[in-house]
């Protein structure tokens, strides 16, 4: 008889805990990355092998922490493994970055603290977690102000963005390496909701899961929802009990954190970016000599090209997955967008407010704006 224990994931886990014991957890990452070499006891112990030599070589050590697993990366791009493979070669060996994945040294908000004091050198957070040290960063939960991904892209990307955002985030003690694309927020409803959510007038009655953003409580107020604040931790049970009826991470953080078997229907809005970013704590990236630092920053560069090209692949694979369940999909006519657009979009004077507050005038804004829309270097995949 096949016991639960037996299921290829428990054996892969029991597997991992079994190389990490024996060679360490950052083989054992690096080695599980590799898929099924995780299971050749000869393979974890040449990877072990390479990461003492590549520690002991490199004259500066770099810890980079992060919320999600290794394996996130299929359906959630956050390119780790490749960030950590990219800095070592391009510092030539002189730089050794030791992976904190799966939330090991925390989530969020307490990993944006630790970069800034220096606990850890860098850190994957989101990018919503910086608006504290910079509340112009906060625009980018303005409905169909960069909630595309080629907007969002042209806009973290642009002079307009850095020469605005970037110095008063530095000023906080952080450096921004690069910014993660994975996929707009989406519009998901629970099993036995009526369904697919074509226009917002079907969002009528619905109570709708949301943060603590109180810009997001007013969008999805301002098309018809009730929103209903519960935390993040609290969120799958509400949605089964009913508590909440939608909610609207991205399919790839959705797949990630296992929502797709209480899921009906997704439909994609494109109104917001679910957004990340890698920071940097900017008093230990300066001490650096000047041609480290430039490797690091090439690195980031290279990271970002690889997670703009992933973006496509990452959500087919979280959207197959989620099909099994039964999870089906709504892409909205252009007429339908539309519709989106005028009743929540940042064009209405109800958002004039935030427009002047985070940006410091409208001015400011208009000319952030601009920068979204305006094509860059860099082309991504749209949902």
């Known amino acids: 008889m096949k016991h639960d224990s037996d299921t290829p994931s428990n054996i892969e886990r029991r597997r991992f805990f079994e190389i990490s014991a024996k060679y360490g957890f950052t083989a054992a990452v690096v080695a599980g990355a590799a898929g099924s070499l995780l299971f050749s006891e000869e393979a974890a112990a040449a990877t072990a092998k390479e990461e003492r030599s590549r520690a002991k070589a490199a004259k500066y050590k770099m810890t980079i922490a992060t919320a999600y697993v290794l394996g996130a990366t299929r359906s959630y791009p956050i390119m780790q493994l490749d960030f950590k493979e990219n800095i070592q070669n391009m510092t030539n060996g002189q730089v050794y970055v030791k992976l904190a994945p799966g939330g090991q040294l925390g989530a969020g908000g307490a990993l944006v603290q630790k970069v800034q004091q220096g606990t850890i050198q860098a850190a994957q957070h989101s990018l919503s977690n910086f608006a504290p040290f910079a509340s112009a960063i906060d625009l980018i939960n303005l409905p169909y102000f960069c909630g595309a991904n080629q907007n969002f892209v042209n806009l973290v990307n642009s002079d307009t963005w850095r020469n605005t955002v970037h110095p008063l985030v530095e000023a906080k003690g952080f450096k921004p390496l690069w910014y993660t694309v994975i996929d707009p927020r989406v519009v998901a409803l629970r099993k036995g909701g009526n369904g697919p959510i074509k226009t917002p007038d079907d969002l009528a009655g619905i109570k709708f899961r949301v943060p603590g953003s109180k810009m997001l409580q007013q969008y999805y107020r301002s098309i018809g929802a009730n929103p209903t604040p519960v935390a993040w931790g609290e969120t799958p049970s509400a949605i089964k009990q009913g ?19 209480i899921l009906s229907w997704v439909t994609f809005t494109k109104a917001v970016p679910d957004s990340q970013v890698y920071s940097c704590n900017l008093e230990w990236f300066n001490s650096l000599p000047l041609a480290i630092r430039e ?20 959500r087919a694979y979280a959207m197959a997955e989620m099909s099994k369940t039964g999870v089906q999909f709504y892409t909205p006519t252009s007429d339908e967008l539309a519709q989106w657009v005028k009743k929540g979009g940042h064009q209405n004077a109800e958002w004039d407010t935030y427009k002047k507050d985070l940006a410091g005038s409208m001015a400011k804004f208009d000319k952030l704006l601009e920068a979204a829309n305006t094509r860059g270097k860099y082309y991504v995949h749209d949902a």
């Open 295 to 314: 490797g690091i920053e090439y690195a980031s560069e290279v990271t970002s090209h690889q997670n703009l090209s992933k973006v496509p692949a990452a």
């Open 243 to 261: 508590v909440a009826d939608a909610l609207d991470p991205s399919v790839g953080a959705l797949n990630v954190f296992g929502f797709k078997d």
